[in-house]
Nanobody, 119 residues
Framework: QVQLVESGGGLVQPGGSLRLSCAASGIIFSIGAMGWYRQAPGKQRELVASISSGGSTINADSVKGRFTISRDNAKNTVYLQMNSLRSEDTAVYYC?????????????WGQGTQVTVSS
């Protein structure tokens, strides 16, 4: 069974920084794309950033220039460095990975980590 475990969320003041991590464990043959999504109260879940197996990245317009996604394939881990945080970045952040356990690729999600930006 594959599990994704997130860490790094918390409370930060506007203008501050946080780094989220998400590590996959279990029987893993290969990992395709990795991504971070977020969901604020009363809103739909939205893509924040994604990174392909080759390292190509996509960022939501709202986070361009402030957030950076990266991955460490040796550790099956994806990161999200968040700088210049704003109150509107407050949300539960979820990591997502497309993982093959040897038969097919399947979507996996982390449990979510709360990020609160407030003074």
């Amino acid at each position: 069974q594959v599990q994704l475990v997130e860490s790094g969320g918390g409370l930060v003041q506007p203008g501050g920084s946080l780094r989220l991590s998400c590590a996959a464990s279990g029987i893993i043959f290969s990992i395709g794309a990795m991504g971070w999504y977020r969901q604020a109260p009363g809103k739909q879940r939205e893509l924040v950033a994604s990174i392909s197996s080759g390292g190509s990245t996509i960022n939501a317009d709202s986070v361009k220039g402030r957030f950076t996604i990266s991955r460490d394939n040796a550790k099956n881990t994806v990161y999200l460095q968040m700088n210049s945080l704003r109150s509107e970045d407050t949300a539960v952040y979820y990591c997502n990975m497309i993982i093959s356990t040897g038969y097919r690729y399947t979507d996996y999600w982390g449990q979510g980590t709360q990020v609160t930006v407030s003074s």
